[in-house]
């Protein structure tokens, strides 16, 4: 008896059920594996936007300017509220504005940390807009300093009519997803 040289139908049913199975667990490794990928780099992308919101936002503070205006008008060194910032600075040339700029942070109720800018001297002109970090949950700004020249420094939740900048502002951030946000 001879036999024809080949696979019967029973071993080709047998290697293809084997190969459909694996292929399927290929896939879904392809699919978990590429679902990973997308979620690191949403959370490095999230992470990269926070530390450049910090970078912006402590130089712009570090170098807020008082502004003397003119006589018997109060000077604008910094206003503060638990929502709410505003000073003169001078902002970064990709800002679009040459020189000082006036200078609004807010969180806004539906969880992001807005950037409003003004050219000084062009009130004329709407103020530049820029959302810097959405997802947060809850946050406020706070201010370290006496209110008064021999008064003891505390953390305060206003700063206003001081005359002099605070030494600290401090924003506290609790974001949607848990991502940190230090001092």
């Known amino acids: 008896m001879n036999r024809a040289a080949g696979f019967t139908l029973l071993e080709a049913l047998v290697a293809t059920s084997i190969l459909a199975l694996l292929m399927t667990v290929l896939t879904g490794g392809m699919r978990f594996g590429l679902r990973a990928w997308e979620t690191g780099e949403r959370q490095v992308d999230r992470v990269e936007a926070a530390a450049a919101a910090q970078t912006l936002l402590r130089r712009a503070i570090e170098q807020a300017y008082p502004l003397v205006r ?67 949950a809850a946050g406020n700004f706070s201010y370290y300093g006496a209110a008064a020249r021999l008064e003891p420094a505390e953390w305060r939740a206003d700063w206003r009519e001081a005359g002099f900048p605070p030494a600290l502002v401090r924003l506290d951030i609790r974001f949607d997803d848990g991502r940190p946000w230090p001092d």
Not at 80 to 90: D, H, I, M, S, Y
Not at 95 to 123: N, P, Y
């Open 70 to 136: 003119r006589k018997g008008e109060p000077a604008v060194v910094l206003e503060g509220e638990p929502k709410r910032l505003r000073f003169v600075t001078a902002l970064p040339d990709r800002a679009g504005v040459a020189g000082l700029a006036d200078v609004t942070l807010r969180l806004t109720d539906d969880g992001a940390l807005v950037m409003a800018w003004q050219a000084l001297g062009e009130r004329e002109r709407p103020a530049a807009e820029r959302t810097l970090l959405d997802g947060v």
